[in-house]
């Protein structure tokens, strides 16, 4: 189906492990977003891309590491998890900077033990 | 730092009536203003959006109404019903951040029936 799809799901991992949550979007958008939810701080932006290659930090980007060698993935790698770390990701895309509308992902709850 | 502050953060209102999210900002440079809905284990959608040159823009019974000298905005929810119980994000765009949105807090709407 069309659209933008996380994987996993559902994560649990433990204190000091490297995990990759997956994004993938069928729109061909330039642009895409991760960011994470927690209780009381909204949606935090992470890390965004612009197009496949050029990447960007946002608010809350350390400890996460992201990658866009095609314009379709965005891949978010938490090098080494932390209980802070714990939270709703979500993946988003947008088609150009005229086009501001952001599409989301269904989101990759993670918990780190 | 918060660009964008949400109230309330949790708001319960009775069926049939009014709901009232307000939002504050302190960047002129935003030029764009969405509202974003999301449903329990869904990702955020967009809901409804206005550009500063527009002091209200209404799309069946949700209004947004915007108040560029106090550089606030609001959302309205008329006829408030059950199926409108959701988390409520407001954002802004900065005109030279591509798509970039800065998210407020998220509003956890309760309409009661």
């Known amino acids: 189906d069309a659209g933008i799809t996380q994987s996993p799901r559902y994560k649990i991992t433990e204190t000091g492990r490297q995990v990759t949550l997956m994004c993938h979007q069928t729109w061909s958008h330039s642009y895409m977003f991760w960011y994470r939810q927690d209780l009381g701080h909204g949606l935090r932006l992470i890390y965004y891309s612009a197009a496949a290659d050029i990447t960007d930090k946002g608010e809350v980007p350390d400890g996460y590491v992201v990658s866009r060698s095609k314009t379709e993935n965005f891949p978010l790698t938490l090098e080494s998890a932390t209980r802070s770390q714990t939270s709703v990701y979500f993946c988003?895309?947008?088609?150009?900077?005229?086009?501001?509308?952001?599409?989301f992902g269904p989101g990759t709850r993670l918990t780190v033990t | 730092q918060q660009q964008v502050k949400q109230s309330p953060q949790s708001l319960i209102v009775q069926k049939g009536g009014i709901s009232i999210i307000n939002c504050a900002y302190e960047?002129?440079?935003?030029?764009?203003f969405p509202w974003y809905q999301q449903f329990p284990g869904k990702g955020p959608a967009l809901l409804i959006a206005i550009r500063p040159d527009v002091s209200e823009k209404k799309e069946g019974r949700f209004t947004i109404s915007f108040n560029k000298s106090a550089k606030q905005f609001s959302l309205h929810i008329m006829d408030s019903q059950p199926g409108d119980s959701a988390t409520y994000f407001c954002?802004?765009?900065?005109?030279?951040?591509?798509?970039?949105?800065?998210f407020g807090e998220g509003t956890q709407l309760t309409v009661n029936p």
């Open positions: 954002a802004a765009r900065e005109e030279t951040s591509g798509s970039r949105l800065t």
């Open positions: 988003a895309s947008s088609g150009s900077e005229l086009a501001f509308e952001q599409y």
């Open positions: 960047n002129t440079a935003f030029d764009y």
